[in-house]
């Protein structure tokens, strides 16, 4: 190529910027992808491609000789451009091409959708609501802002009652509080239905606790039975048949003697631990349900103590009943096996969808 001081010959210049076009033409047709089509395309027409270096000549040809070079350029650059277009077409037509050749068997089975599972809480509540909608119990549900009146005052809790203490309760705007359980739909459902009654009311409560064996909100289910001549029998009666069928048949029910203010008189209820029948032993060791006690604690529970009776208006003469509570949250972990309660609000799919 010319250089120096020289001028370069203006026909040798035209001649070679319209071999490249053909020289570029020939090199793309080898090209399979796009990526190779656009370097081979920055080689030509690039800053420091084959083009430019030509026309750095340019600026030492006299003026009168430019513009024909100049056009040469222009020419080469287009007739390049179009061979990438046109290759490029080609390209995307040969891959459309294969796509539809591709054998497709229409009969393979499709793939599954991915099927949601319900809460393991929803699973024992539900199960818990069948065992006694079966009873003839109904479902009754409150809020979860609640009065102190029916929280605690109607439940016969003295203003005094260490439950009442800002520690236990929350408290929020207008002197309503955070329902500490699931009782006063007990209060509500007497104050509005006549007895008979027989409910179980599951919903969430809440309480300032927050540890590994506690969580500051959890779900309860209540129930409760009033009618005349209910005696403390129906009440263990009943217990034992839902242990029956939601722990396993033939499993006892224990009550020991415990304190609530709106019952008398009131037991903390425990079943046979399912896991080893009631021995304390499984596979030869301390059953590890149970921690060898044969008894896992289901609840409390109790008759209905008359002063609650007087609160809602009914005759403590007239009708008696029983009540009890459990905590759903600890029924599913002894029905699932699961030891750490917070695994239920930490929503980590691989923990749910275990649960089918
Ligand atoms: N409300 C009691 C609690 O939350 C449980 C209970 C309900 C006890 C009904 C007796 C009768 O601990």
Redesign the pocket.
């Known amino acids: 190529m010319s250089s120096g001081e020289q001028a370069p010959n203006v026909a040798a210049l035209i001649g070679d910027l319209d071999r490249l076009a053909g020289a570029f033409a020939d090199e793309i047709g080898a090209l399979a992808t796009e990526q190779e089509i656009r370097l081979a395309q920055a080689r030509y027409l690039g800053k420091k491609g084959r083009v430019s270096e030509l026309m750095k000549a340019l600026g030492r040809l006299p003026p009168e000789e430019r513009p024909a070079v100049g056009e040469a350029a222009n020419r080469a650059k287009a007739s390049i451009e179009g061979a990438v277009a046109t290759r490029l077409a080609a390209l995307d037509e040969a891959d459309l091409a294969a796509d539809l050749a591709r054998v497709v068997d229409v009969t393979l089975p499709a793939r599954g959708a991915a099927l949601g599972t319900l809460h393991p809480l929803t699973l024992v509540r539900r199960e818990i609501e069948g065992i006694f909608l079966g009873l003839g119990f109904e479902v009754r549900t409150g809020p979860w802002v609640e009065t102190e009146w029916n929280n605690f005052d109607a439940l016969n809790t003295p203003p005094d009652h260490p439950a009442r203490d800002m520690q236990d309760t929350f408290f929020v705007e207008g002197g309503r509080i955070l329902r500490?359980?699931?009782?006063p739909v007990?209060i509500r459902t007497m104050l509005s239905e006549p007895p008979p009654i027989r409910i179980v009311a599951p919903g969430n409560?809440f309480r300032r606790d927050d540890d590994a064996t506690h969580t500051p909100m959890f779900p309860?289910m209540?129930?409760l039975l009033v009618d005349k001549g209910v005696s403390f029998a129906d009440l263990k009666g009943t217990l034992l048949y839902f242990v029956h069928r939601f722990f396993g048949p033939n499993l006892g029910v224990r009550l020991r003697p415990s304190y609530?203010p709106?019952?008398e008189p009131?037991a903390e209820v425990d079943a046979a631990c399912y896991l080893c029948a009631g021995s304390g032993l499984s596979a030869g060791r301390s059953c590890r349900l149970c921690k060898g006690s044969g008894w896992i604690e289901i609840?409390?529970?109790?008759m209905v103590h008359p002063n609650v009776f007087r609160a809602v208006g009914y005759d403590p003469q007239a009708v008696s009943g029983f009540?009890?509570?459990m905590g759903l949250s600890r029924m599913a972990m002894l029905k699932f096996e699961v030891d750490d309660l917070r695994s239920f609000y930490e929503h980590d799919v691989r923990f749910l969808a275990q649960f089918r």
């Open positions: 500490s359980h699931t009782s007990q409560v309860q209540e129930g609530f709106f019952t009131s609840g409390g529970a109790g009540a009890f509570g």
